[in-house]
């Protein structure tokens, strides 16, 4: 039996705190490993994204960069994504990181002053729809529901509180495919409030979602009138988040705290 020891760190992200934000693995590989191997490793780690990252320079990116859930990979993740721009510029200094990806193109993280980071992602554009089976496992009604061609459905509620409140049927809303199933309002401390469930990608609910603010972004910034605003996440853990819409970009800005370094033991 052959081993290999991986280096791993655990960093909460969009969180000036341990233990708030949304947790991400991030694991550096010297190559790839057989995709059965990372979805493994994903599992084991059981936390909503395991972030890999091979150095592999080129198309104007410095790594590829993919993410796994405990059950499948995803096409896009910004929580991890952060958390891995948190842990390069930490590790090997320097304003800025890009990484590509396989779905969603060339990303960045920037290094604001201070300590904060800024992620850039594709803006995600949704349109009026109807989805009255998701809107009755959500077990509250919205006032709209805007959709996308990539499986990333926003509710629009009238208050916060009743995007506090709610309590779906995650079971049902996973037989619907692995869709995100964003239910926002305009905030009360915040510009802009909001609740993730993705159940059909293994992820009951997600504690604060970079990808969701992607679409959140030029959704709200046409509601507000304004190409910048705050927002929370407000999950268990909660998660904070400043979003800007630069054309087709949509910026998330926010902190990470690593709470882990160490060694993941691989057996083959």
Do not use: K
């Not at 803006?123 to 077990?139: D, F, N």
Request: hydrophobic content about 45%.
């Amino acid at each position: 039996m052959n081993s290999a020891a991986l280096p791993y760190w655990h960093v909460d992200a969009f969180a000036d705190r341990p233990f708030s934000g949304n947790q991400a693995a991030v694991m550096v590989l010297g190559e790839w490993l057989p995709d059965p191997v990372l979805q493994a490793i994903a599992a084991e780690n059981m936390f909503a994204e395991t972030a890999f990252l091979v150095p592999e320079p080129a198309d104007g990116a410095e790594w590829e960069l993919r993410w796994f859930t405990p059950a499948c990979e995803i096409r896009l993740c910004g929580h991890a994504t952060l958390a891995s721009g948190h842990l390069l510029l930490q590790r090997d200094g320097g304003d800025r990181v890009t990484f590509r990806t396989r779905q969603a193109g060339i990303l960045e993280v920037r290094r604001l002053p201070g300590d904060a980071l800024e992620l850039a992602f594709p803006a995600i554009t949704t349109h009026p729809g109807a989805w009255p089976e998701a809107i009755a496992l959500l077990g509250a009604q919205p006032v709209e529901v805007w959709r996308s061609a990539d499986r990333y459905d926003v509710f629009l509620f009238e208050r916060e509180q009743q995007v506090r409140d709610l309590s779906p049927d995650l079971r049902g809303l996973a037989q619907l495919g692995d869709h995100q199933f964003i239910c926002t309002a305009p905030g009360v401390a915040t510009d802009v409030v909001s609740r993730v469930f993705v159940p059909g990608a293994g992820v009951d609910e997600d504690s604060v979602t970079g990808s969701a603010h992607a679409v959140l972004t030029p959704f709200w910034a046409a509601r507000l009138g304004r190409d910048r605003f705050t927002a929370h996440q407000a999950s268990a853990r909660g998660g904070d988040l400043v979003c800007r819409l630069d054309g087709d970009r949509a910026w998330l800005g926010g902190r990470c705290v690593t709470v882990v370094e160490g060694t993941f033991y691989l057996s083959t």
